[in-house]
């Protein structure tokens, strides 16, 4: 059995390289570095709003990574945009939520990063709390630019995402916004602030959202997590 496919979904935005200038669907390397050093075979999925092409991708994938990314529309969960609340892509979310669709009818493995947990809540039918200094009242979760903020993230014991990565560790977070119900999932980590860091389905089944960047450090527990769990899926197939 060949190593699995682990689909990750991709940004898409004006980019520049060589002498080119133009819209582009791109992808920090780090996930698909992260994802083959964990044993996977990383493949991009750039937005497509074909009918029926999520459920086409999902039957050819071990495991799917929710990307991080730009804020989601908040008209998806049934809210006003905060003045912070900008720029969101209508085709990614549509995309996103299409994959968790086709995802959970196949039982495929899926982790969310940053965005890609606050989709996960959302197509759950969950809420966000759209800016988060305005609940603790700093900005270290998002210090901003390209930096990211350091956070110290506690986890549930006896849950996937204790096994994976411990009872505490330092994670890296840039996200100015979080999930603040998210049906059907359990709350398993949290910062010291209260701020929720992950999310998991129970059950036997890989589904697990972390509001942190495990792609950017050594932290491997997570994507090695996925892995393995897509592997256990293909080998069902």
Do not use: K
């Amino acid at each position: 059995m060949g190593a699995p496919i682990i689909g990750l979904t991709t940004y898409r935005e004006d980019a520049a390289w060589g002498v080119w200038q133009q819209r582009a669907d791109l992808l920090p390397t780090q996930y698909a570095d992260a994802v083959e050093a964990t044993g996977g075979v990383p493949l991009l999925l750039p937005p497509v709003g074909q009918t029926g092409a999520a459920d086409a991708v999902v039957a050819r994938l071990d495991g799917l990574v929710i990307s991080g990314g730009a804020d989601v529309d908040p008209t998806r969960y049934a809210d006003a945009p905060h003045p912070r609340t900008a720029a969101w892509r209508p085709d990614r979310d549509a995309w996103e939520v299409a994959l968790l669709d086709a995802a959970e009818a196949a039982s495929l493995p899926v982790l969310g990063v940053c965005r890609g947990m606050q989709v996960m809540a959302v197509h759950a039918g969950g809420v966000l709390d759209q800016h988060v200094p305005d609940l603790v009242h700093h900005e270290r979760h998002s210090p901003g630019g390209d930096a990211f903020g350091e956070t110290e993230v506690v986890t549930l014991a006896e849950t996937r995402v204790a096994s994976l990565v411990g009872d505490r560790l330092t994670v890296n977070c840039h996200h100015h916004q979080s999930v603040r119900t998210h049906p059907g999932y359990d709350a398993v980590a949290r910062a010291a602030d209260g701020t929720l860091e992950a999310i998991e389905s129970s059950g036997d089944r890989f589904c697990v959202g972390v509001q942190w960047h495990p792609e950017t450090a050594a932290d491997v527990g997570l994507l090695a997590g996925l892995v393995r769990a897509a592997a256990a899926y293909a080998g069902t197939r």
